[in-house]
């Protein structure tokens, strides 16, 4: 606590696609052990190191045991903020990393062994709130940024823009976002479900989902994140109680291609410059973050809601975890290769919790 603490970043290379395989792509990326990684290709020869890799033989258990998922889920029972961002090229792998392969099939439901780092850490806040009892209650949001627009996922009825604002004692926080309470592994994932279905054409959405924790027999103001769920009046944010509410956020990071590359136009391409202001934002907060902290210069994070949100993730109390996903094929080696830079890049980064 209060100690400057390093944002983890592990990497996962999914396996070659049947389509890569037919196309007889070669494999560019080769883990050599002890979290480095290898990148060799004609003109490109280099090496990577990470807190972990996961190569294609990993199972989705082996990500949540060996990524340090599962202390963050503790961490975030204790009244910390944490947060899990997936990074990497549409097609590398995020969503899978994240929810297995449930948002690919919604008929059926998928195998336990398949699911990902989500429905792992619901299970386990789970089982927490279980031994814990009233002292610990779960409640879930999920929002989007779309075309520079904060969304509810959750809230019926159209999408709606949320604001997204600051204050002293909370950052940057969205306002009036729902929150509903969860007691259950299957009502969870069938908000995630729910959430996830209006996805815009061609590209990935960004979302951010947490588990919040409120201590009940504590007479703090409830977290402003209940208005939308329960019809509670809302209460002063008094001056004497802290907020005592961890949070555990995941982040699905949109793709990040170039527009050129995509041959997006029109609407799809006013989307995908906003996802790549967002992520060229994100990178340039990165890279200032990743400097000493005597030698940091302003960290513009209000060059984007995406910045905004992840504020505390990346520079202020939070705990971090990062996980780049990538291709292991030859076909992606550029953005393979930009993603590995990223993803370095951010190792130096840091937080105090
Ligand atoms: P992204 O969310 O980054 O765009 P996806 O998670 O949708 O990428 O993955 C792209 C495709 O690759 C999907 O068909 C997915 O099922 C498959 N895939 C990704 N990672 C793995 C993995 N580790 N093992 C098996 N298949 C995977
Ligand atoms: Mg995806």
Request: hydrophobic share 35%; with cysteine; aromatic share 6%.
């Amino acid at each position: 606590e209060g100690r400057e603490t390093r944002l983890r970043v592990v990497l996962r290379v999914r396996p070659l696609t049947c389509t890569e395989t037919r196309r007889g792509d070669r494999r560019v990326v080769h883990s050599l052990g002890d979290g480095a990684v290898h990148v060799s290709a004609a003109r490109h020869d280099a090496t990577f190191g990470f807190s972990a890799v996961f190569d294609a033989g990993a199972s989705q258990e082996a990500v949540f045991e060996g990524s340090g998922m599962r202390q963050l889920v503790e961490l975030a029972v204790d009244g910390f903020s944490c947060t899990v961002f997936a990074f990497g090229q549409t097609g590398s792998g995020k969503t899978y990393t994240l929810m297995g392969p449930l948002a690919q099939s919604e008929t059926q439901p998928a195998s336990p062994a398949l699911l990902g780092l989500m429905q792992r850490s619901f299970t386990c806040l789970l089982e927490q709130s279980r031994s814990r009892g009233s002292d610990l209650a779960l409640s879930a949001s999920y929002l989007e940024i779309y075309n520079e627009q904060v969304r509810d996922l959750l809230s019926p009825g159209p999408p709606c823009n949320l604001p997204l604002r600051w204050s002293k004692t909370r950052g940057f926080y969205v306002e009036n976002q729902l929150s509903v309470e969860f007691e259950s592994l299957e009502a969870i994932v069938g908000l995630l479900l729910q959430g996830a279905e209006p996805q815009p054409q061609g590209w990935d959405i960004d979302f951010h989902t947490y588990a919040g924790r409120k201590l009940e027999n504590l007479s703090v103001a409830k977290p402003s994140a209940s208005t939308g769920a329960k019809a509670s009046p809302p209460q002063p944010q008094g001056s004497a109680c802290p907020s005592k509410q961890g949070t555990l956020c995941f982040v699905d990071l949109a793709g990040s291609e170039r527009v050129k590359e995509t041959g997006s136009s029109g609407e799809l391409s006013v989307e995908a410059n906003s996802i790549n202001r967002s992520l060229l934002a994100l990178g340039h907060c990165i890279s200032l973050l990743a400097k000493p902290r005597g030698k940091r210069t302003h960290i513009p994070y209000r060059d984007s809601k995406l910045t905004r949100l992840l504020a505390r993730s990346l520079g202020g109390s939070g705990i971090t975890l990062m996980v780049a996903c990538i291709s292991p094929s030859s076909h992606c080696l550029s953005e393979t290769l930009s993603t590995l830079h990223y993803a370095s890049r951010a190792r130096r980064v840091t937080t105090r919790p």
